[in-house]
């Protein structure tokens, strides 16, 4: 199986409070799965940063995972099918929790100017490009002053809940390709190389909130709490 990768955007909404919504995310909803789960290799969170205020979502989190049959591995589905009663009451009056999990097609590579989403160095913003066609050179941003790292991932499986989510099938579509830029600073998101990729349908820009410990790197106990 190919290394897998959870992307997930988030938009508290009217009826759920921001201080609840990081409350949640940070001491609840991420260490249920890095504190417990080793095919978990990597979790950050982004907020966004393109804009004044920001588009929604406003929020993102990414994380690296051993390879795509953790998706469907008890160990990881159990968390979703029995959540706690105060994850479930959240995750129903948020405007979106948008869930989409990606097969890992091309990666140019580690850097040593950024741990990407471990702990140490994060890679502080990322551009997301979301397209229905993969580019087919995964170096062609190495030459971008600030450029860290590029992946390109393909869409395995969605979806997308929330008080403001329209039912239907065409609220569900998504493009089947991701590319993720890793950047060192929101000036390099701006360069015409990302502006003139070919076929991209949304593009996104998030600085970095919190990269987090994980049992897979070593630095938290394996099942304990935040």
């Given at each position: ?13 009217p009826?759920?409070?921001l201080?609840e ?16 789960l080793p ?8 907020r ?5 205020p ?5 929020w ?12 469907a ?13 105060r994850?479930?009451?959240l995750?129903k009056?948020l405007?979106?929790l948008?869930r ?7 990666d140019s590579g580690?850097?040593?100017k ?5 702990v ?6 990322v551009?997301t ?13 190495r030459?971008?002053q ?9 869409c395995?499986?969605?979806l ?14 998504v493009?089947k ?14 360069e015409e ?18 990269a ?15």
């Open positions: 199986m190919p290394p897998g990768f959870l992307l997930v955007t988030a938009d508290p909404g009826l759920v409070p201080a919504f990081q409350d949640w995310y940070n001491n609840e909803h991420v260490p249920l799965r890095l504190n417990h095919s978990f290799l990597t979790g950050a969170r982004f966004a940063a393109d804009g004044v920001a588009p929604a979502p406003a993102l989190a990414v994380y690296d995972i051993e390879d795509t049959a953790t998706f591995h008890e160990s990881y589905t159990r968390l979703r099918a029995n959540r706690s009663p994850e479930a009451a995750v009056n405007a979106l948008d989409r999990t990606y097969a890992l097609l091309a580690e850097s040593d950024a741990t990407s989403y471990k140490g160095r994060p890679t502080p913003v551009l490009q979301w397209m229905d066609e993969a580019p087919k050179d995964v170096g062609a941003w030459g971008v600030g450029w860290v790292r590029t992946r390109i991932y393909e395995i499986d969605n997308k809940s929330g008080t403001g989510v329209e039912s239907g099938p065409e609220a569900q579509r493009p390709y991701l590319a993720v830029h890793e950047l060192l600073d929101l000036r390099a998101a701006e190389a990302f502006a003139n990729a070919k076929g991209v349908e949304e593009s996104r820009v998030w600085a970095l909130y919190r987090y410990p994980c049992v897979a790197q070593g630095n938290v106990e394996e099942g304990s709490v935040a």
